[in-house]
């Protein structure tokens, strides 16, 4: 069983010996406890979420005459969960929680140096630290009552094995760790006066964390006694169900955004702290990391907009050459510096006058396709400037992952053959990697995630497709810079 605790939803799989879904349920998140005076505050309700969990769980086992071996917890980056002495819950908040931009702006302009140096991202107001200064400022009885803090997903791991830990990739996501050594970060707690994580101990993705409680047992149909583990942060996460577990390998998890981590050797940080490096799942490497933004969000926006289906928007684009005769759309710009916050000017642009040139919704999509696509190159590019390297191979996954139109566009614009699992639902995979490794059915991540590899397909660059998207590429990048230029 993996249980993904994503941004939009809580997922649940059942994944058979040969790695291929047998079901999935999902359920949405509670209601967020929001206070009327803090508008960009979020916060969850610990006895929601839990109910929540063994409901689904019920759920998803509800007619299957199948036996749970393993479970695998995956989740949201950046989520935490805030406890006392005696593991009672003070806080729970999800990524969108941006209470505490504020004190996040505060430390950064202090010690927004070190930060990165030592966390591997910014801006502040994301992670733990700021989201900590922002209880010890606003309810100090609280803050004076904390013990400890531990990632979200990591907290699903607590209520169903009963055992307090962090997984690596989750603690580096949640800015609780220093990154090059991998320890919890006491240092950066010091200089900022906050709490340190000392006694929870740090695990890796499939090291068995616990076993599913008696109680747990008897509120769910899963069977007591049996293992429970971290699959980690759920990009990390995707990349190994991806098989991305090679230097220089690229993963691309395109799905509401599109985060893309490229594995390095060692953290590789940038002098103006626009990448953020973090853990890679495999203990001894590392990734480097740009996002390309809300890709599958903006592509269902489009949908939207023109009151159609995106299925069958796709197969429009699927119609159209590339260009879209002239038809192009910015999302994003060229360059991201992920240490900073901003708005910047998108648009829909066609040929004028429209008496004679006429667009019809398959090229707005495709064009829509095309740019999340330039986008992705562009964020591969830069990376690569970072870390001075080429990359090897390509891997992509997540919802994107199971347009035909959208992976062929992208295999054309990089001009790269494109991995692509079986399944879009990277994720699943990864939790699966990390459940037979915590049942020693392999002997490590690596081996079990190249057994994985044999699943994808391979999507290969149409020739003449790639030649023409090199010099609209280029148009793409000017008219992005143009856009940019307008102030607002």
Same mark, same amino acid.
């Given at each position: 069983?993996?249980?993904?605790?994503? &941004?939009?939803?809580?997922?649940?799989?059942?994944?058979?010996?040969?790695g291929h879904i047998v079901k999935t349920q999902q359920v949405n998140w509670p209601e967020s406890v929001m206070d009327e005076r803090l508008p960009l505050a979020r916060e969850f309700n610990p006895k929601q979420i839990s109910n929540a969990i063994y409901s689904l769980i019920n759920k998803t086992t509800g007619s299957l005459d199948l036996e749970i071996k393993s479970v695998a917890v995956t989740g949201m980056r950046q989520a935490i969960t805030v406890l006392d002495r005696h593991n009672h819950e003070i806080y729970i908040g999800p990524n969108i929680d941006l209470r505490a931009i504020f004190e996040g702006s505060e430390i950064d302009s202090k010690h927004g140096a070190e930060i990165y140096a030592t966390t591997g991202r910014l801006p502040s107001f994301l992670f733990a630290n700021a989201k900590l200064e922002w209880i010890k400022r606003h309810y100090p009885e609280k803050y004076n009552r904390i013990e400890k803090v531990i990632p979200l997903a990591d907290w699903i791991v607590w209520i169903l094995s009963g055992e307090i830990i962090a997984e690596m990739t989750n603690a580096g996501e949640a800015g609780l760790l220093n990154i090059s050594n991998k320890t919890w970060?006491?240092?950066?707690? %010091?200089?900022?006066?906050?709490? &340190? *994580?000392?006694?929870?101990?740090l695990l890796n993705i499939g090291d068995v964390a616990g076993k599913v409680t008696k109680r747990v047992s008897e509120l769910t149909n899963l069977p007591f006694g049996i293992e429970v583990t971290s699959a980690g942060a759920d990009t990390q996460c995707g990349s190994l169900g991806l098989g991305v577990i090679k230097p =220089?390998?690229?993963?691309?998890?395109?799905?509401?955004?599109?985060?893309?981590?490229?594995? &390095?050797?060692?953290?590789i940080s940038s002098q103006d702290a626009s990448n953020w490096f973090g853990c890679h799942a495999l203990e001894n490497y590392w990734v480097s990391e740009l996002t390309a933004g809300d890709t599958g969000h903006s592509y269902n926006w489009i949908a939207k907009i023109l009151r159609q289906n995106p299925k069958c928007l796709d197969? /429009? @684009?699927?119609?159209?050459?590339?260009? @879209?005769?002239?038809?192009?759309?910015?999302?994003? %710009?060229e360059?991201? *510096?992920?240490?900073?916050?901003?708005?910047?000017?998108?648009?829909?642009?066609?040929?004028?006058p429209i008496t004679m040139n006429e667009r019809s919704d398959g090229h707005i999509a495709r064009a829509a396709l095309e740019s999340i696509s330039y986008t992705i190159k562009a964020r591969i590019s830069q990376i690569a400037r970072i870390i001075g390297k080429k990359p090897s191979e390509i891997y992509l996954g997540g919802g994107m992952a199971r347009s035909d139109t959208f992976t062929q566009i992208i295999a054309d614009i990089l001009n790269? %053959?494109? *991995?692509?699992?079986? &399944?879009?639902?990277? *994720? @699943? /995979?990864g939790g699966f990697i990390a459940g037979i490794v915590a049942l020693n059915e392999y002997s490590s991540l690596t081996e079990a995630a190249t057994?994985?590899?044999?699943?994808?397909?391979v999507k290969s660059p149409n020739?003449? =497709? @790639?030649?023409?998207?090199?010099?609209?590429?280029? =148009?793409?990048k000017k008219t992005s810079a143009k856009l940019n230029s307008i102030n607002t």
């Open positions: 069983m993996v249980i993904d605790a994503g &941004t939009s939803c809580i997922r649940c799989h059942i994944v058979d010996n040969s970060s006491q240092d950066l707690s %010091k200089l900022l006066s906050l709490p &340190t *994580n000392r006694d929870v101990p =220089n390998d690229v993963s691309i998890i395109s799905g509401w955004s599109s985060p893309i981590q490229w594995v &390095t050797e060692t953290p197969d /429009m @684009a699927k119609e159209i050459e590339p260009g @879209a005769e002239g038809t192009s759309i910015v999302f994003a %710009k360059e991201i *510096n992920m240490s900073e916050i901003g708005i910047d000017i998108g648009g829909i642009l066609f040929p004028t790269m %053959k494109i *991995n692509i699992a079986d &399944t879009y639902n990277a *994720n @699943a /995979m057994e994985i590899k044999s699943l994808l397909s020739p003449s =497709n @790639a030649l023409e998207y090199k010099d609209l590429y280029d =148009n793409w």
